[in-house]
């Protein structure tokens, strides 16, 4: 990695921090207040893209000689967005709207340094599909999980991949949070080396 460059995670998610680690080169998390309500008759995809640049855009702005990494996730089912659900009855919700259905979750990322206005984006689309199973199996994984923080309320990574029938993406990490191709892609055009090299 050039010297002169260091790189920021812009998210407080555990999750995208460990994925990002999984690359072995240094980085710090800062985490990025903006709003992230939907706007009148803004589109899933307008939306993604909006809040991954503001995300990288407030903390890039604070530090600008730093490369920054903003990202986001939404669920797109037949053009309703599904965000994070916060609580058990919201999450069962959920769940329950997308029984037997393919949900599209679009994973979007930003890859911006202020001082020299350089930024890259790109949006991961994910399909998933979902079985159909019965309520109580449904709040026993919501009890066991408790996914309350994650878009559509069903960690891959983990329990949640009992509720799936099927996963298709082009960037397998992107349904966890961070599209790790893309990402490695976007650092080597700015010059970073995957994995940073040993000192010495």
Same mark, same amino acid.
């Given at each position: 990695m050039q010297e002169k460059h260091s790189l920021i995670l812009a998210s407080s998610s555990v999750y995208r921090k460990e994925l990002l680690s999984r690359l072995q080169i240094p980085?710090?998390?800062q985490t990025p207040n903006i709003d992230e309500t939907?706007? !009148?008759n803004e589109t899933i995809d307008a939306l993604i893209e909006r809040?991954?640049?503001e995300k990288a855009t407030a903390i890039a702005s604070q530090n600008p000689d730093a490369w920054v990494?903003?990202?986001d996730q939404v669920a797109d089912l037949d053009g309703?967005?599904?965000?994070?659900?916060?609580?058990?009855?919201k999450a069962l919700a959920q769940l329950e709207m997308m029984q037997g259905k393919t949900v599209v979750f679009k994973t979007g990322v930003c890859f911006m340094h202020f001082a020299s206005?350089?930024?890259?984006?790109?949006c991961i689309p994910t399909q !998933?599909?979902?079985?159909?199973?019965?309520?109580q199996i449904?709040?026993?994984y919501l009890h066991a999980e408790k996914p309350y923080d994650c878009a559509g309320s069903a960690k891959s990574e983990g329990l949640g991949i009992m509720l799936l029938s099927k996963v298709e993406s082009q960037d397998p990490t992107a349904l966890i949070g961070l599209p790790l191709i893309t990402i490695a892609n976007f650092l080597r055009l700015a010059h970073f080396q995957i994995p940073a090299p040993l000192i010495s």
């Amino acid at each position: 990695m050039q010297e002169k460059h260091s790189l920021i995670l812009a998210s407080s998610s555990v999750y995208r921090k460990e994925l990002l680690s999984r690359l072995q080169i240094p980085f710090n998390c800062q985490t990025p207040n903006i709003d992230e309500t939907q706007r !009148v008759n803004e589109t899933i995809d307008a939306l993604i893209e909006r809040l991954s640049t503001e995300k990288a855009t407030a903390i890039a702005s604070q530090n600008p000689d730093a490369w920054v990494i903003g990202s986001d996730q939404v669920a797109d089912l037949d053009g309703q967005a599904i965000g994070k659900p916060g609580t058990f009855e919201k999450a069962l919700a959920q769940l329950e709207m997308m029984q037997g259905k393919t949900v599209v979750f679009k994973t979007g990322v930003c890859f911006m340094h202020f001082a020299s206005k350089r930024s890259m984006y790109a949006c991961i689309p994910t399909q !998933v599909t979902f079985h159909t199973l019965d309520k109580q199996i449904l709040e026993n994984y919501l009890h066991a999980e408790k996914p309350y923080d994650c878009a559509g309320s069903a960690k891959s990574e983990g329990l949640g991949i009992m509720l799936l029938s099927k996963v298709e993406s082009q960037d397998p990490t992107a349904l966890i949070g961070l599209p790790l191709i893309t990402i490695a892609n976007f650092l080597r055009l700015a010059h970073f080396q995957i994995p940073a090299p040993l000192i010495s």
